[in-house]
């Protein structure tokens, strides 16, 4: 079937990296966009089939008697429903590992969050200076408001504006997202 060859090419291609990286976050996250795509990609199909043959001429459609034409579609009914039946096994294998690997960041987070927590504010702010600044927003909008605050005055000003200014910037997404 093409549907189930797009799959296998779609699933052998995404390879997981490391646990707990950036990359398998995004490589779960487009696992699932190509396990849509081809659940999507199935209806499309099935519906050109149907409409294809609904736009034969009825002398076309005649040629085979009811009963095998019935049981053509019948028998492609029931590969389809199987199809679905396994994509949407598949979903909820994603969104099981999905779910696993967002515990794993999150507690990931969280153990890097309390390491400078632990670390006096002048050497927590270099360490912080040193990274990306996306990098550097996530573990300061992990820590407490009152330990980021003393990291942020240790920052160098233009430094310490940027990283504020993202860390609004976030915040604002974060609440427009939940707000919907």
């Given at each position: 079937?093409?549907?189930q060859?797009i799959?296998?090419?779609?699933v052998?291609?995404?390879?997981?990296?490391?646990?707990?990286?950036?990359?398998q976050?995004?490589?779960?996250h487009?696992?699932?966009?190509a396990f849509?795509?081809?659940?999507i990609?199935?209806?499309l199909l099935?519906a050109?089939?149907?409409?294809?043959?609904a736009?034969?001429?009825a002398?076309?459609?005649?040629?085979?008697?009811?009963?095998?034409?019935?049981?053509?579609?019948?028998?492609?009914?029931?590969d389809?429903?199987?199809?679905?039946e396994?994509?949407e096994?598949?979903?909820?294998e994603i969104?099981?590992?999905?779910?696993?690997?967002?515990?794993?960041?999150?507690e990931?987070?969280l153990?890097?969050?309390?390491?400078y927590?632990?670390?006096?504010?002048?050497?927590?702010a270099?360490?912080?200076?040193k990274?990306?600044?996306d990098?550097?927003?996530?573990?300061?909008?992990?820590?407490?408001?009152?330990t980021?605050?003393k990291i942020l005055?240790?920052?160098?000003?233009?430094k310490?504006?940027s990283?504020?200014?993202?860390?609004?910037?976030?915040?604002?997404?974060?609440?427009?997202?939940t707000?919907?």
């Open positions: 079937m093409l549907l060859d799959i296998e090419r779609k052998a291609s995404s390879q997981r990296p490391a646990a707990g990286s950036q990359e976050v995004t490589s779960g487009e696992l699932y966009k849509l795509f081809l659940l990609t199935g209806y099935l050109t089939g149907y409409f294809s043959y736009q034969q001429p002398a076309q459609q005649r040629s085979l008697p009811a009963s095998l034409e019935e049981e053509r579609l019948t028998i492609l009914k029931a389809i429903k199987k199809e679905i396994r994509l096994k598949l979903k909820k969104e099981e590992v999905q779910k696993a690997l967002d515990i794993k960041i999150q990931g987070l153990k890097v969050a309390k390491m927590e632990a670390m006096p504010a002048e050497e927590a270099r360490k912080l200076e990274l990306d600044e990098v550097a927003v996530i573990i300061l909008n992990s820590l407490k408001p009152k980021a605050g005055a240790q920052m160098e000003n233009d310490a504006a990283l504020s200014k993202k860390i609004l910037i976030k915040g604002k997404v974060l609440q427009e997202k707000s919907r």
